[in-house]
Structures are given as structure tokens and as C-alpha cells.
């Protein structure tokens, strides 16, 4: 006979995180309940919870459907209404061996375990291999739903067959569940990856490469506007840009320190002539050598060295997603030369304002400042160098008190050289994210003999800033279709205007309407399709054009356009002319919101 290992639990006294999770366990089982009543041949994985709820993987005969789903879910519902208990027992592995003798999965688990007992959990008339940690029976299972299905290899390796794992959400209160769909329903409604593609923004393609971003006409475009804005700013602040190679000599990453503590997510080594080259993880060493092409002298200082530059990192296949995480990105970056602590300061409150600037121009609010510190400790990870981590931390605070941000600091979240400002932004999916950096570098200078010549005409080493502002091209425009789910202001909008004639006979004075609004460089087109108005029309506004202009007899007799605003708004017939200094205008002032 097993040993029964009955323990009654008080839920309400457990921490919330507890009871969650023995609710999403316990539900786990419910669903292996009902699959084995759907297919008594299933292969049993393991039913975990999750952050959200819980999923169980299976072997089945067949693969699962939508109705399965559904079928499924009523299943559970039923054993909830039971009350069925989870009575936990123990028995021999030798015992459990034989038990599970049909059930390869549970087998695989049972050889990792030690000779001895193993725990049972049984519930209503089915019985899992399970550590415990339930609820004390099926009525408390909690607010729940069957979300999904996905494949799943057995342990994770693609070298084990694949299962199929079913995901369920749950929550304590049914309040909680539909706040949690509602949430789920937002992120699939702002997902930069659908988005990306209903407007054509950009592609990802096996045959290129995962996380290889190829941006498309239109998404190309918003890119080009962002450079040339930040560009523009920039040199108005007296930043110098340059233009350095995307592969250099290993050795250049050896002396940066890169190599040592970056390597595994840098792209396999070339070689040729008997020379190492590699695919540059980060711009900072090509800014260094722009810096170091000739000896500067303390009035040249701070020199700010800017570049919209190529990095290359390998991340983990599992990681890399849509344009928010890739291999190959764009950032705006920038190294500043200082002389002296004073500058640093001075560089760093200057860059802190820049982004306030751009963020708010960009209309983000969902942002925070993280002061990121290292962690003496962690020799490893971080330049052992105690002074210049203390140095690099006291000056980064004072600049963030000066300019009155809010910030938090968090540990072992630095660069592995120094410690740095954060902002970090949460994503329409709900996770916080860096999106750039500032950051304070006494490393670089020393680590490649950088000098200057001071004023009292001797050799002094210089201190780096680094900073991004509008982060990698493909991190930024991901965050703002998420933001403007599609609907960029008009500065931004691949597509500025549409012109739609009414008839074949009004073609002619849509291109003269056209061509009047491209003197403005607005990006205008002329839909000259045969198809009925209110069809381009709706077109129009599933590509999320801002502006479209509606021309027949009577405006071709005016020298005016019909209006609509994208979203629905009619303004009405606008002289042309009117229409293209407006729109010239909301453009120039980079405007959020449209004519209203
Ligand atoms: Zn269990
Ligand atoms: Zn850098």
C-alpha cells in the first residue's frame, strides 16, 4: 500500500506568489486529467506554472485543434465542480517504474531520480508523478483558460521528440483573468511584428538570416527621417560625425577588453592573409581610433565623435525577436572625449537633455531612468578596478540629482567597463526594457594609452562618455509602431498623402495636386487604381495614411481637395494650396496629432 502524505494547506495564509503557483500547478494536472480522458494513448511530459498560469506538454496521436481546446476546457470545468482533493503518496521507484512502464517521458524523469521513494499526487480517478505542491482540491483551482497550443521539445533539445504543449492562463478571481486577456488582447493589437507587416515596413527572411532585419521601402523611410532629425540635432550641439568600418582585426577587440568579455555573443572570427577580422559588436573602439588619429589639445575638448553605427551581435536564436532583439542593428551613437570630470558632468547633463528633448518630441512618456551599478563581487564580469567604479557611480548620481530626473539604481546591471545611466522603457507587452545608455568610461582611455595635451602643455588621459539617444534604429521604430500602433504623426508617416480621383477623367488634376504637394517634399501619391473611391479610401486607411484628397469636378474647378483625416475626420474641400502649407507646417513642427 502507498504511504499517504496528506497535509491540509491554509491558502489564505500562504504569500500570494505561493498560492498562485500551487493553483497553476494543480490546474496543470486538471488538463492532464482531461487529455488522457481525449486520447488515453497521451505521452505525459511535465506541467510546470508559469509566470501567467501553466502549460503541460503531451505526445499524441494527433495534433491538437481549436475545438480540442475547447473540449479541454469544459473537461476542467467539470473536475473544478467536483472538489476532487490531491492526495498525495509515496511509493518505491522501483514501483513507480512498473506504474509508468507505458510512459517514456515519465520514465526518462524516474532514471534521474535516486533509488528510494518517489511522490504521487492523484486526483479524482488520475494520478501524475509529481513533487507536490497543490491546492487542497480541484474547486480552488482558481480563474482560468486554455490560451494556446505550441510545440515543445521533450527537455528543451531539439535532439528529443517534439511534444505538443498546451498553455493555459490563470489567475485567483475571474477580474484578474479578463484584465490579463484584455492586456494580452492590447499587446497582440500594438505588435510591432503584425504591424510591421500590414504596412510593409520590413521583413525578416529564413534565407537572409534570423535577426537580420531587411527594411522595406516604407519602413526605410521613417529610419531616414529619424537620422537625419538626430543627425541634425546633433551637430546643432556640436557633434562631429564620422564614419568608421563595420570589420576590424580581432586585436582591436582583444586590446578593448570586448574579446575577453563579450566574445560568445560576437559572430565567428574571419580569417584570410593569415589576419583575424570580426564583425564589430560595438562602435566603441572605431570612435577611440578617430580619436587617437592625431593629438588633441585640452581647447579641442570635450569632442564629441557621433556615428550612426553598425553593430553585430550574435544573439541566441530563442531570443531574437520581430526588430525589438536582432543580430544586426543601427545605433545612434556617440563617444564624448572629456578632459576633466567637470566636463563629464557637464556632457552627461547635456545628453540627459537631448533625450528629454527627443523623447518628448517623439511623445514617450512610458519611460524611467535606472542608475546601473556593478558589483564588486563579480570579478568576472566586471573591470576589478574599485576606485573608478566608486568614481564613475558618485558622478553619475550627482548629474541625475542636478537635472531632478527620477531614477532607481539597480546592482550588477552595469557595462562591464563602468557604470552607466539606463532608460528603460516598457514595451506594448508589458517588459521593461533598455532601450539606451549613457555611460562613463575611465577604462578605454587607459586600456589604449589615450592622451591630450592639457594646458599646463603636459600629457593627460582623457574620460569617454558613451551614449545613445534614439537607441538602434530597430529597437526605436519597433518601440514607436508599438506606441503610435501604426498611426505615425505626419513627419514620420511613410506615406504623407493620398490623392484619390473620383472618376479616370480627374487623374490629371490629382497629379497637378500631387506634384503641388511634393514642391512641399511632402510624400504624396496618387491612387489612379479603377477602383470605386470608398474602396481607396478604406485602403488608405489600412495603410494608416495621415492625410487623403478626394478630387472630382468641383474641386478640379476650384483648385481644391476633399479632405479626410486618417482615423475618420472630414474637414471638407480645402483650397490646395492651403492644405499643402498646412501640412508642410504640422510637419516641420513635428507635429503628434493631425488637422482636427
Ligand atoms: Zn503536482
Ligand atoms: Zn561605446
Redesign the pocket.
Known sequence: MPEQLESHVDLGSLPKEERLARMR??A??VLAEAMVELFPDAELGIGPPIDTGFYYDFRLPRSLTPDDLTWLEDRMRKSVKGKHP?RMAAITKAEAEQQWKDQPFKLDLLSEIEEGNVTQ?THAAFT?L?????VNHTGEIGAFKLTSIAGAYWRGSERNPQLQRVYGALFETPEELAEYEHQLEEARRRDHRRIGKEMKLFELFDEVGPGHVVWLPNGATIRRELMRWMEDLEIELGYLHVVTPNVSKRQLYVKSGHWDHFHESMYPVMERDDEEYVLRPMNCPSHIMVFAAELHSYRELPMRIAEFGNMHRWEKSGQVTGMSRVRIMTLNDAHIFCADVEQVEAEVEGVLHLMEKVYGTLGLKNYRYRLSLGDPENKEKYVDNPPMWERGEALLRRVLNKVGLEYFEAKDEAAFYGPKIDVQFMTAQGKEETLVTVQVDFHFPHQFGLEYVGEDGERHEPIIVHRGVISTMERMVALLIEEYEGNFPLWLAPQQAVVIPIADRHIEYANEVAAQLKAHRLRAEVDARGERMNAKIRDAQLRKVPYMLVVGDREAEAKSASLRVRGGGDVGAVPVADIAERLRKERDDKSLTLWA
Open positions: 500547478h494543480s496543470a494536472h490531491y499526487c501524475d509529481c513533487r507536490g505542491g497543490h
